[in-house]
């Protein structure tokens, strides 16, 4: 009761709540392809006719998915939908509703440091010892890109992860905003998802950093507002 009368979810703030609105969580344990269903369903204003995944790799993403997705990749032997370079797509302006981005963007380490980016993500682009051994530089050419190719009010979905490289914290989550931003999309925003474990490597006796047991999926959206 409040002042005398029942507050009822319906009666809150004076507002009918609708009863189909379910909230995502903040931290997610599952897989990226169940959660980029919920994040479909749940961020564009309308449902989307016409996906593109920047990234598309052997297209893990979307097994068993029943979207019109296309498939963008630089490697043929991935068989994506369009072969072609992410930082200057082969697209119209404003051809997409949701553009999908997960590019590579910890360098070897740990256990991974017998595998390769070439191999595992068909990468082609070096990045150079002034550049820090990171990818960052990739990220303001391909996200002019994608607010090119991106309907207004669209979005964008992008996987990322911090990592620690040199002795220092390599905040990659914040470069790959700093670019969207600058372009003139807002950030909306950010679910954590947890994995497994942390990479390690036996000889990290001492690491004085809390070992990365996650990601981060950023929203943006071609606007200047979020809601």
């Given at each position: 009761?409040?002042?005398?009368?029942?507050?009822?979810?319906?009666?809150?703030?004076?507002?009918?709540?609708?009863?189909?609105?379910?909230?995502?969580?903040?931290?997610?344990?599952?897989?990226?392809?169940?959660?980029?269903?919920?994040?479909?369903?749940?961020y564009?204003?309308?449902?989307?006719?016409?996906?593109?995944?920047?990234?598309?790799?052997?297209?893990?993403?979307?097994?068993?998915?029943?979207?019109?997705?296309?498939?963008?990749?630089?490697?043929?032997?991935?068989?994506?939908t369009?072969?072609?370079?992410?930082m200057?797509?082969?697209?119209?302006?404003?051809?997409?509703?949701?553009?999908?981005?997960?590019?590579?963007?910890?360098?070897?380490?740990?256990?991974?440091?017998?595998?390769?980016?070439?191999?595992?993500?068909?990468?082609?682009?070096?990045?150079?010892?002034?550049?820090?051994?990171?990818?960052?530089?990739?990220?303001?050419?391909?996200m002019?890109?994608?607010?090119?190719?991106?309907?207004?009010?669209?979005?964008?979905?992008?996987?990322?992860?911090?990592?620690?490289?040199?002795?220092?914290?390599?905040?990659?989550?914040?470069?790959?905003?700093?670019?969207?931003?600058?372009?003139?999309?807002?950030?909306?925003?950010?679910?954590?998802?947890?994995?497994?474990?942390?990479?390690v490597?036996?000889r990290?006796?001492?690491?004085?950093?809390?070992?990365?047991?996650?990601?981060?999926?950023?929203?943006?959206?071609?606007?200047?507002?979020?809601?």
């Amino acid at each position: 009761m409040r002042n005398g009368f029942r507050v009822t979810q319906e009666t809150l703030f004076g507002a009918e709540i609708n009863s189909e609105y379910r909230p995502l969580p903040s931290v997610w344990g599952g897989d990226d392809a169940s959660l980029l269903e919920l994040m479909l369903d749940f961020y564009p204003r309308e449902t989307p006719e016409l996906i593109l995944d920047a990234t598309v790799n052997a297209g893990r993403f979307w097994r068993g998915s029943s979207r019109k997705v296309v498939g963008l990749d630089i490697q043929p032997s991935f068989r994506p939908t369009i072969v072609g370079d992410n930082m200057a797509m082969p697209f119209a302006d404003e051809s997409f509703d949701v553009v999908v981005y997960d590019p590579p963007h910890i360098p070897n380490q740990g256990k991974d440091k017998q595998k390769d980016f070439q191999d595992r993500f068909g990468l082609v682009v070096k990045s150079p010892r002034e550049n820090g051994y990171n990818l960052t530089h990739t990220y303001p050419p391909f996200m002019a890109e994608a607010y090119r190719v991106l309907i207004p009010e669209g979005i964008l979905l992008a996987k990322i992860a911090d990592y620690v490289h040199n002795h220092r914290m390599q905040w990659a989550h914040l470069e790959l905003m700093k670019a969207a931003m600058a372009i003139g999309f807002t950030a909306c925003d950010m679910i954590v998802k947890t994995r497994k474990g942390p990479i390690v490597d036996p000889r990290w006796r001492k690491a004085h950093h809390a070992r990365r047991q996650h990601v981060f999926w950023i929203v943006f959206r071609k606007s200047d507002r979020c809601e």
